[in-house]
């Protein structure tokens, strides 16, 4: 029991050891390029500090009042008969109580915490992979149905549209998707791509799906059936249920997969999480520093999102 | 009730053409008991999934109370809800509760609400002995309740007739007679039931009628005494020497 413990503890420090010489490595490597390493040039690009002035919008009237020893409330009365009011800094105040105050003067200023342009790129990340993957399970459903329809021109239309996207890369499909459909149909580029993620997603869906569906024993459709259930009723309380809960670690897979090809759609402009990256990099020359961080939070979204995952299925192994 | 006129039925396995059911006819009266016998491969399960279209025949014609059920106008899912089927490995859902998995269709099917639903399910399963593991999952279950469940499932659509494809075939020894058990007092009931089986002594005691299938086609229909005394084919002969 011990000697065990003591063998586990060894491995264990064999793999810091192994950790640490990496990172010791990575040192060594970027001494021999001469580089310089700007780590606190990065936080300001999660969130910072700016001064934000305030202007009165019309000719009125000023009353201030004082909220603590740093802040004042001002209410700005104005004669066309509206009202504005804001926090200032006391020490910013260009007015006293019951001052007029004549169009566009400064009244104050404020400190505002701000999301920096990293979070806004995340941000974008998350809306994009949502949205799509949202949009790639319908497609990736109705394509994967399609797939074992008995009907010739679905099926027909079904392996067309999977073996067309997955038989073509993604960056391609992005860029057609913007410069031709997105010229062509006038949408977006958020859009644009978007749609091109949901379709390259969905047909990979599909296939998970497929494999799910067919992966239930036949005999499972037909007791459904042979009680007077439809297709369509059998499909939604028999089928799906039982083989979402099997597809559920390739579909997990196909979506952290997808967080990741998100980055692709930066090359048309759009600026998620790679995009920002890439403008810090060009005002700040640390791109080293860029890179590793944007990595680290794409990791922390699709870790978190296995680690979800894991919970689900935990919960869902229940029944069986 | 149930009018099986000259119908055929093919496979395609591989290259080979397989005549599962080849010119069959037969009908069964209400509240008749037939029970199919016959050889591995000899078409009586097709046979019976033929009735409510799981299987769709190729040739002939299948007639329950006077509908022609292949026709192009028939509503089959109308037809099925009125045929209850039981299979031989049972088919249970699942990730449904036995509560759930007999519940299911009343509601879907038959648009009972959920309390009308409930009352049905536990008088079943009182019928079937098994009333207290309406909220177990169906994993929890020995065999021969899970078969229980999936009759009082098959029985909870108020069904006109009710198949049963080799209902015991997949049980241990000791859990066939709970089984059979509730198919006699079906069979005692009056309920018209399709059984294929090897349950001589089921067949024996609640028969109106046996079928011997072999390759296909029904090669002898009689009552279940003429069968044990003295049957007219050959094969018939080979068979009930081989099973019993």
Partial sequence: ?320 | MIKIDNICKTFIVGTHVVKAVDHCSTHIKKGEVVVVIGPSGSGKSTLLRCINQLETIDSGQILIDDVDITHRKTNINKIRAEVGMVFQSFNLFPHKSVQENINLAQQKVRKRSKKEANEKTDYLLKKVGIEQKAHVFPSQLSGGQQQRVAIARALAMDPKIMLFDEPTSALDPEMVGEVLEVMLTLAKEGMTMAVVSHEMGFAREVADAVVMMDEGKIIEVGDPEHFFTNPDQERTKLFLSQIL
């Fill in chain 1, 1 to 320: 029991m011990l000697s065990n413990l003591l063998k586990k503890g060894f491995w264990y420090l064999c793999l810091v050891a192994v950790l640490v010489f990496l990172g010791w490595g990575l040192t060594v490597m970027t001494d021999k390029i001469d580089y310089t390493w700007y780590w606190n040039r990065i936080p300001q690009y999660f969130f910072f500090t700016g001064e934000v002035e305030k202007f009165a919008n019309e000719n009125g009237t000023i009353h201030i009042q004082q909220l603590d020893d740093k802040f004042s409330q001002v209410s700005l009365e104005y004669d066309i008969g509206t009202k504005d009011t804001f926090k200032v800094r006391t020490d910013s105040l260009k007015f006293q109580d019951g001052d007029r105050v004549t169009d566009v003067d400064k009244v104050g200023a404020l400190q505002v915490f701000s999301q920096g342009i990293l979070i806004e790129g995340l941000i974008t990340t998350l809306e994009i992979s949502l949205y799509s993957s949202v949009l790639g399970i319908i497609f990736g459903l109705v394509a994967g149905l399609g797939r074992i329809s008995k009907n010739p021109l679905i099926k027909g239309l079904a392996t067309i549209y999977v073996e067309l996207i997955r038989g073509t890369p993604l960056l391609v499909q992005i860029f057609i998707f913007y410069f031709f459909l997105g010229t062509v149909l006038q949408i977006d580029r958020f859009a644009a791509g978007t749609m091109a993620l949901a379709l390259f997603v969905g047909a990979y869906v599909a296939e998970i799906i497929r494999a799910g569906i067919q992966s239930i024993h036949p005999g499972q459709m037909e007791a459904s059936r042979s009680l007077g259930m439809n297709y369509f009723q059998t499909m939604t309380y028999i089928i799906l249920p039982q083989a979402f809960k099997r597809i559920m670690p390739p579909l997990a897979g196909q979506f952290i997969s997808l967080i990741k090809d998100s980055s692709l759609v930066s090359v048309i402009a759009i600026t998620d999480l790679t995009k920002a990256g890439r403008e810090i990099s060009t005002s700040t020359f640390a791109t080293f520093e860029v890179l590793f961080t944007i990595a680290a939070m794409y990791l922390m979204l699709t870790l978190s999102l296995s680690m979800l995952v894991r919970y689900i299925e935990r919960r869902f192994a229940v029944s069986d």
